[in-house]
Nanobody, 117 residues
């Protein structure tokens, strides 16, 4: 089982990025997925969650109105559209897939997002 993130990079404040996370080796459509981030010296924090069938989405207060999580089960992919980026969004972003019934989860290796002028 594997999750591979992409789409990170260096962007100016106010800019946008779209992160992607492609899953393989497990039944992606049965897993809830989420994006997390970790800045240097800080704990990993939850950014956004989307349920397996895209019925529900939840966001951290710090990103509400700026970030959008979505998924395409046909492509085994979850996305994070990030708009109006701020310096405090700088972190390594990780995707996570979790199946409640199996009590099993998988992490990706992360992709770095740096917001700086």
């Amino acid at each position: 089982a594997q999750l591979v993130e992409s789409g990170g990079g260096l962007v100016q404040p106010g800019g946008s990025l779209r992160l992607s996370c492609v899953a393989s080796g497990f039944t992606f459509s049965s897993y809830h997925t989420s994006w997390h981030r970790q800045a240097p010296g800080k704990e990993r924090e939850l950014v956004a969650v989307i349920t397996s069938g895209s019925i529900s989405r939840h966001y951290a207060d710090s990103v509400k109105g700026r970030f959008t999580i979505s998924r395409d089960n046909a492509k085994n992919t979850v996305y994070l559209q990030m708009n109006s980026l701020k310096a405090e969004d700088t972190a390594r972003y990780y995707c996570f897939a979790y199946n409640i019934q199996a009590d099993r989860g998988y992490w990706g290796q992360g992709t770095q997002v740096t917001v700086s002028s």
